[in-house]
């Protein structure tokens, strides 16, 4: 008997460019061996070199595909990105409260690499009131999180540990806080649950392939969540994925700009 292939759901907006959100998600899933299912929360036009148009259904429809999952298909993760407006941030909290899904992952998108608002600013409040304490773990990078504590943006890590102390006091069961912006030769990101704190470190790949890493180590935390006991032995395996994919990712040839993960490194291309 093989073992059984769970089902794992990303609440995002959609990248027709391949290398973020809807898309970057399904491909993670896909290379860790779960069944992924989508709800579109916004269509974007973008690319490498940026964000130049968003459209974004009524909530009703999104709340209408959260129920069409929910309703038929037994879902062992949730990964929620890009939620564009209060709308559909109360939308999506209310189908988490409807069908308490299991092991719900939240990347708290507010704005894209190249400086795109993803997330309006009058819904970073309902962000923080409804799916903060719905969340089993959220994934800010600092800008993120100075935004949810209406604070400046943490510059070291004594600073960003202080910080995901009280992200967890506004609600959210456990934070992973990722460290990326601080610079240096590596990426330091904290981990804090209710069991303490850990650190994790990785070096600083040197490719400019860079678009969709929050998308992706997001959606691997909830694909591998259910296959691991806890938090830090999932981060440990989703960053060791996504330092791979990072690391891989000089073998596309996808656009001008900053380029997409490769998410299949494992599989292709093969060499003769």
Known sequence: MSARILNVLTIAGSDPSGGAGIQADLKTFSALGVYGMSAITALT???????????????????????????????????????????????????????????????TVMVSKNGHALLAPEAVEALRRELLPLADLITPNLPEAAVLLDQQAATDEAAMATQAQALRGLGARNVLLKGGHLGG?????????????????????PTRNTHGTGCTLSAALAALRPQHDDW????????QYLSQALGSSDALQVGHGIGPLHHFHAWWPRQS
């Open 45 to 107: 036009a973008q690319n490498t070199l940026g964000v130049s148009a968003v459209h974004v259904p009524p909530s009703t429809f999104v709340s209408a595909q959260l129920d069409a999952v929910f309703g038929d298909i037994e879902c062992a993760a949730v990964k929620i990105g890009m939620l564009a407006n209060a709308d559909i941030v109360r939308a999506v909290a209310q189908a988490l409260r409807r069908y308490r899904p299991c092991h719900v992952v939240l990347d």
């Open 185 to 205: 030769v590596n990426s330091p990101d904290w981990l804090l649950t209710e069991q303490g704190s850990e650190r994790f470190d990785a070096p600083r790949l």
């Open 232 to 239: 830090p032995d999932t981060v440990r395996a989703a960053k």
